[in-house]
């Protein structure tokens, strides 16, 4: 399973970092780099209805091309996840031709990255969150830019560990709080109740990881996206839900958010601030070293000319 601490070297939000990050990704998933190209847009491609596409991709002269969005230069996270998830979907479409426009299609492209050993990584980038200061006002923002709940990720992922016979993965460390609650969540359910194989697993789109039980009606049970389960949810449901990852709210849960939600929204904050200060101590070193070996070049011209003046002057 493919993990940040696989990507030792620090992201400078530029494109030369985040060609190291796919050809990274590429590499782990054995595909050749000689076959696809990644190209950046600052302004991103629109779909129909008008939503931003921050990553796509086509074929152009026997050559896959991947169009990425400049703006995810800006957030590491995010832009591994959407290069994961791209060259999950372009392994799909070579057996299967998917369209890059059905919902169904990207939610398969996204378990399809877990079963690849990205799941790390996509379900880390599956929620934006940003929080700033803007002339005395904290903005704070967080939304969905997966198909897949962050329980699903957890459920997917236990169900990874668990054909592979790895439950006591390392790995599991590397994920969001409230991915990984759900993660252990399901590992006890699958440890009580283990599928006897791939064939034995309910197609469902029921959350095991919230109610540990699948729907009533399994046959008749429909894949759909996360907005319209949540929405179905909370009509069948008095109590409201989780708008981040559809659990129950209790009383003291705010910004109708729960508490592990809110938990994980700190602990990424406090990963995000890390990394920029990383890449901030390393621009400033770079720029000392470089002011050092001016100041030296100068030191060394002016020598010269003092002693080409003292030679001249004898």
């Given at each position: 399973?493919l993990?940040r601490?696989?990507?030792p070297?620090?992201?400078?939000?530029?494109?030369?970092?985040a060609?190291?990050?796919?050809?990274?990704?590429?590499?782990?998933?054995?595909?050749?780099?000689?076959?696809?190209?990644l190209?950046?847009w600052?302004?991103?491609?629109?779909a129909?209805?008008?939503?931003v596409h921050?990553?796509s991709?086509?074929v152009?002269d026997?050559?896959i091309?991947?169009?990425?969005n400049a703006a995810l230069?800006?957030d590491p996270v995010?832009?591994t996840?959407?290069?994961a998830?791209?060259?999950?979907?372009i392994?799909l479409?070579?057996r299967?031709g998917?369209?890059?426009?059905d919902?169904d299609?990207?939610?398969?492209?996204?378990?399809?990255?877990?079963m690849?050993?990205l799941?790390?990584?996509t379900?880390?980038?599956?929620?934006?969150?940003?929080?700033?200061?803007?002339?005395g006002w904290?903005?704070?923002?967080?939304?969905?830019?997966s198909?897949m709940?962050l329980?699903?990720?957890?459920y997917a992922l236990?169900?990874?560990?668990?054909?592979?016979?790895?439950?006591?993965?390392?790995?599991?460390?590397?994920?969001?709080?409230?991915?990984?609650?759900a993660?252990?969540?399901?590992?006890?359910?699958?440890n009580?109740f283990?599928?006897?194989s791939?064939?034995?697993?309910?197609?469902?789109?029921?959350?095991?990881?919230t109610?540990?039980r699948?729907?009533?009606d399994?046959?008749?049970?429909?894949?759909d996206s996360?907005d319209?389960?949540r929405?179905?949810?909370?009509?069948e449901q008095?109590?409201?839900l989780?708008?981040?990852c559809?659990?129950?709210?209790?009383a003291d849960?705010q910004?109708?958010?729960c508490i592990?939600c809110?938990?994980s929204?700190?602990?990424n904050?406090?990963?995000?601030?890390?990394?920029?200060?990383n890449?901030?101590?390393?621009t400033?070193r770079?720029?000392?070293f470089a002011?050092?070996?001016c100041?030296?070049?100068?030191?060394v011209?002016?020598?010269i000319?003092?002693?080409a003046?003292?030679?001249d002057?004898s």
């Amino acid at each position: 399973m493919l993990t940040r601490s696989d990507f030792p070297e620090p992201f400078t939000n530029d494109e030369a970092s985040a060609r190291v990050v796919f050809e990274r990704l590429c590499e782990f998933v054995d595909f050749p780099t000689d076959k696809i190209q990644l190209q950046f847009w600052n302004i991103a491609p629109r779909a129909s209805d008008g939503a931003v596409h921050f990553v796509s991709h086509e074929v152009v002269d026997d050559r896959i091309r991947i169009d990425l969005n400049a703006a995810l230069l800006h957030d590491p996270v995010g832009l591994t996840a959407a290069l994961a998830s791209e060259l999950a979907h372009i392994r799909l479409d070579a057996r299967h031709g998917m369209s890059n426009e059905d919902d169904d299609d990207e939610m398969l492209a996204e378990l399809f990255t877990v079963m690849l050993g990205l799941g790390v990584l996509t379900s880390n980038g599956a929620i934006f969150e940003s929080t700033r200061d803007d002339g005395g006002w904290t903005r704070w923002e967080m939304r969905q830019r997966s198909q897949m709940t962050l329980p699903t990720y957890g459920y997917a992922l236990a169900l990874f560990a668990h054909l592979r016979g790895d439950i006591q993965c390392a790995w599991q460390r590397h994920l969001r709080l409230d991915v990984r609650t759900a993660f252990r969540r399901s590992v006890k359910f699958l440890n009580d109740f283990p599928p006897s194989s791939l064939d034995g697993l309910w197609p469902t789109a029921a959350r095991p990881t919230t109610s540990l039980r699948t729907e009533d009606d399994v046959a008749a049970d429909q894949t759909d996206s996360a907005d319209q389960r949540r929405s179905q949810a909370s009509q069948e449901q008095s109590v409201p839900l989780c708008r981040y990852c559809g659990e129950a709210l209790f009383a003291d849960d705010q910004r109708d958010i729960c508490i592990e939600c809110r938990k994980s929204i700190e602990e990424n904050e406090l990963e995000m601030e890390s990394d920029e200060a990383n890449a901030y101590a390393t621009t400033r070193r770079a720029e000392a070293f470089a002011k050092i070996g001016c100041l030296t070049v100068a030191i060394v011209f002016i020598a010269i000319l003092v002693w080409a003046a003292i030679r001249d002057s004898s």
